[in-house]
C-alpha cells in the first residue's frame, strides 16, 4: 500500500513552495517523504527531486520539433507521460519500496484538472497500484478579496474534485500576505447563507436564481472549506498535514499497532 498526494491548482498558488515546505517539515520530524515532479517546465526547485518527468521528455524539444506552444507542449509532455507510466512508475517505485509516501508537484495549467483527462488517468493508475490518492487544491489567499472570486475559486476546486474523484482538501496558501485576517476568516468557513447574500449585494437583480444554484451547488459538495497555509508557522503545515494524511488514512495502521502493543506480553 502506498500514499500519494496530488498537488494541484491554478499557476503561482503557492504548489512547489507547499511541496518543500512540506518536505522540510517532515525532514524535522524524520518523516520520509518523496516529492516527483511532474511539471516539465519547471527550472529550480526547493527540494529534492525523488523522480522527474523531465527525465523522460524535454519541452523544449517537444515545442520546437512539433511546433507548439508552451501549454500545448505541456499538454503533449503530460500525454506522453501517461503512456509511458506503467514503466517510469515501476522504475522510480522500485527505488522506494519501503516508504513510499509520494508528493506529486503538478503543473498550474487548469485544463489539467478541469477537461483534460490527463491526470484523472494517472491517478487510476497509482490507485491500480495501490495508493490511496489525496487530491490536495491551492488558493491563493491573495485573490479570496471578494465573494465572486471566492466562488470563483470554489468553481475550479470542484472541477477538479468532480474529475478526479479523489479524497480532497483545499488550502488556501500564501497566508502571511493576508494584512486584513477578518475578511478571509469570512471566507475559510463560510455560512451558505452569508455567501448568498454578499453574491447578491454584489450581482444585478437578474442573477438572484443563479446565485442560488451556485451556492447550493458548492455546499452540495461540502467544498466551503478552506485550511490556511501559513509557512510561518510550523503548526499550520503540521494541520495541514494531518488532514491529508487522515483523508488517505496514512497512519491508521500505526496507530492500530501502538494500540495492540502491550508490554506484558514481554513479560
Ligand atoms: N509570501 C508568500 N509567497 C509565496 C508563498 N507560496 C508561494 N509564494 C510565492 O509565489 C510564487 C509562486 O509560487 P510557486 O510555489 O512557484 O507556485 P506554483 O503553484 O508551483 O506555480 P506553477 O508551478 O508555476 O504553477 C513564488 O514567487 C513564491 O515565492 C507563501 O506562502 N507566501
Ligand atoms: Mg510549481
New binding site residues.
Partial sequence: MGFAQLVI?P???????YCSSLFQYCEKIGRTIHIVNL?PA?ESFNYPVAMDIRELINLDDVMEELGLGPNGGLMYCMEHLEDNLDDWLEEGLNNYLDDDYLVFDC??QIELFSHVPVLRNFVDHLQRKNFSVCGVY?LDSQFMTDVTKFISGCMASLSAMIQLELPHVNIL??M??VTKKRNIEDFLNPEPQFLLSELNKRMDPQFTKLNKALIELVDQYSMVSFVP?D?RKESSIRYILSQIDSSIQYGEDADVRIKDFDPEDDE
Avoid at 11 to 17: L, Q
Fill in positions: 491548482g499557476a503561482g498558488s503557492g504548489k512547489s513552495t511539471d519547471a503543473p498550474g491551492l496558501s500564501k502571511d500576505l497555509l509557512l
